[in-house]
């Protein structure tokens, strides 16, 4: 029986679609239209509550936001008893994610546990932590959330991001037992005491993503002098997000010891995310880290010795990615590019055969260098970059059209000699389709996309502008 509805913006799933993506202001005001868009578009207005941005939010009518407290999935910048008052009167109960400033009172903690024992079946992230511009040490109470577990015994967290509090190293394990499905954690500024009393350190084997300073994993406890990695309680971790906060701070730990403590604890560590200073990567690629497959570099933090630190991994190197992490890098990338000179960054495709992503997008290359040269990774997947030259929507869109459309005749072709089992003759059919479409053609759009038709596994392309717009 066919959909009766007399126009496709009533159907449910089309309305819902479209409530995810207005303001809440407009959601208001859709949620008015009728019957059929109050339900979807009432539940994008309520889906989110931000106290920092919504600081009237604790004002609103009790038996209103009550009404709709089974709406709500994210509490974002939590600092204040009221705030948690309010929502335990709304009995919100199916939160996915919320953040939090842990405060001392022993009334906000209650509230606190009190919020996470009513979503612990829903809730999967949680980012906790308290003001950077506060000198008082703030303990988190892992004891009261291990019995706020209650009858639930665990959590379902996947994300946890841990900032600027403490805890002895007991507490951590404990933290992380109470979380079996955690995939993430964030550690940052974040001191955890040495003692234990416990003769074997609690494994974590689901989380496989850690998110912190070489100081944090390394020296966890800054007035200890025996610190323990905390890479002792992550045995399957394989990738790693890190920095240094400050250039003399791991002075008491060599990148060999680093080399040594991931080698013994990470047998599967092999990506890393770097926005370290280009002498302490190129330390930590050549020194530190072992047959790497994915490495992730702050744009503005790429050198000529990072690029040839990157190689030495060139054996099972299948992703390189030079990324503009922050938005505040984003807007100082707007006024000045990095300059890598491109014989420099063709060194990645020339030698990393097993290359399946490279992410160029802020660097530059010249067609002339790209056609002076062989690149070796045959097994591309996904290619972002900039051409010099090709500096317009419509030289760019040119430029992808000739490639698909080749890419797409060569499929075609494939697909009609497997059918009439001549697929000996493949390889001379391809070779004349290059040559009736690309072979000749001399214009800049059409050396880059002949240059693109060489790798046929090659699915992704974006060739970016400068500033980063396709």
């Known amino acids: 029986m066919p959909f009766a509805t007399d126009h496709p913006l009533l159907i449910p799933e089309i309305s819902l679609h479209i409530s995810r993506f207005v ?30 941005a919504q600081k009237r939010f604790v004002e609103t009518d009790p038996v209103i936001i009550k009404k709709h407290g089974n709406r709500v999935r994210v509490v974002k910048r939590i600092s204040a008893s009221v705030q948690l008052e ?32 009513r979503n612990a079946n829903s809730l999967t992230r949680m980012e906790i932590g308290h003001a950077e511009d506060c000198d008082k040490l703030v303990v988190f109470p892992v004891g009261l959330m291990s019995s706020c577990a209650g009858s639930h015994a665990s959590f379902k967290l996947v994300r946890l991001c841990i900032t600027n509090l403490a805890m002895t190293r007991d507490a951590f394990a404990s933290l992380l037992k109470l979380c079996p499905a955690l995939k993430f954690l964030e550690v940052q500024r974040t001191s955890i005491y040495s003692y234990s009393s416990c003769p074997e350190p609690f494994r974590h084997t689901g989380l496989v993503h850690l998110n912190a300073s070489l100081e944090q994993i390394f020296q966890p406890d800054p007035g200890s002098l025996t610190n323990v990695p905390i890479l002792v309680h992550l045995p399957r971790l394989k990738r790693i997000s890190t920095a240094l906060a400050e250039p ?33 990567t190129t330390a930590l690629l050549t020194r530190t880290f072992r047959s790497l497959t994915m490495i992730s570099i702050s744009a503005e933090k790429m050198s000529i010795d990072v690029i040839t630190a990157m190689l030495v991994h060139q054996e099972t190197l299948s992703r390189v990615i030079a990324a503009v992490h922050r938005q505040s890098d984003r807007d100082s990338e707007l006024e000045g590019q990095p300059t890598i000179p491109g014989w420099a960054l063709q060194l990645i495709p020339q030698t990393c055969s097993r290359l399946t992503r490279l992410y160029f997008q802020p660097f530059t290359l010249d067609m002339e260098e790209i056609e002076r040269t062989t690149w070796s990774c045959n097994q591309l997947e996904e290619l972002h970059i900039q051409i010099r030259g090709l500096d317009t929507k419509e030289k760019i869109d040119r430029a992808m059209r000739l490639w698909t459309n080749c890419r797409d005749t060569r499929r075609k072709s494939k697909k009609g ?11 001379s059919t391809q070779s004349g389709l290059e040559k009736d479409t690309l072979r000749n053609g001399k214009s800049l759009e059409e050396r880059v996309a002949r240059h693109l038709a060489r790798f046929e596994k090659l699915r992704v392309v974006r060739l970016c502008q400068k500033g980063g717009s396709a």
């Open 248 to 280: 003399d701070a791991l002075t008491p730990v060599s990148f060999g010891a680093m080399k040594d403590q991931f080698a013994k604890y990470c047998h599967s560590l092999g990506e890393v995310v770097l926005t370290t200073a280009p002498i302490t």
């Open 417 to 427: 000699n497997s059918a009439n089992g001549s697929g000996l003759h493949s390889s």
């Open 23 to 52: 303001a809440i202001k407009d959601a208001i005001a859709c949620a008015r239209v009728c019957k059929a868009w109050n339900d979807p578009f009432t539940s994008a207005v309520w889906h989110t509550v931000n106290f920092k």
């Open 86 to 117: 309010v929502l335990h009167k709304a009995g919100v109960c199916l939160l996915q994610r919320f953040s939090l400033v842990m405060q001392t009172q022993a009334q906000f903690q209650a509230l606190y546990f009190d919020l996470l024992y």
